[in-house]
């Protein structure tokens, strides 16, 4: 499974923007698909996973209330709409994927995109 994401830039506080990241490859149906974080110098982050189904979402705390994870199936892509964005919301966000259901990150995931660069400016 190849991950491609897209749709980072620049926000301001309380500003918003939306990520999406496309499955491809031969083993891309049923997996759950997520979004992970890193601000610099800081350690990796969980942020928001749905199910391949759709019916099991679960979100960081730090972002419940303000982020919504969504996925399209017939394109195979998830979206984070990510809203009343935070200074410290600032880190390259990263799509990742597994068959299995991930929500910290003890769980292993074992496909990963490239990173997308979200910036909110104070």
């Known amino acids: 499974v190849q991950l491609q994401a897209s749709g980072g830039g620049l926000a301001q506080t309380g500003g918003s923007l939306r990520l999406s990241c496309t499955a491809s490859?031969?083993?891309?149906?049923?997996?759950?698909m997520g979004w992970f974080r890193q601000a610099p110098g800081k350690e990796r982050e969980f942020v928001a996973v749905i199910a391949w189904s759709g019916d099991a979402i679960y979100y960081a705390d730090s972002v419940k209330g303000r982020f919504t994870i969504s996925r399209v199936n017939s394109k195979n892509t998830v979206y984070l709409q990510m809203n009343s964005l935070k200074p410290e919301d600032t880190a390259v966000y990263y799509c990742?994927?597994?068959?299995?259901?991930?929500?910290?990150?003890?769980?292993?995931?074992?496909?990963w995109g490239k990173g997308t660069q979200v910036t909110v400016s104070s």
């Open positions: 990742a994927a597994d068959r299995y259901y991930f929500y910290t990150t003890r769980n292993p995931v074992t496909y």
């Open positions: 490859g031969r083993d891309v149906g049923r997996v759950n």
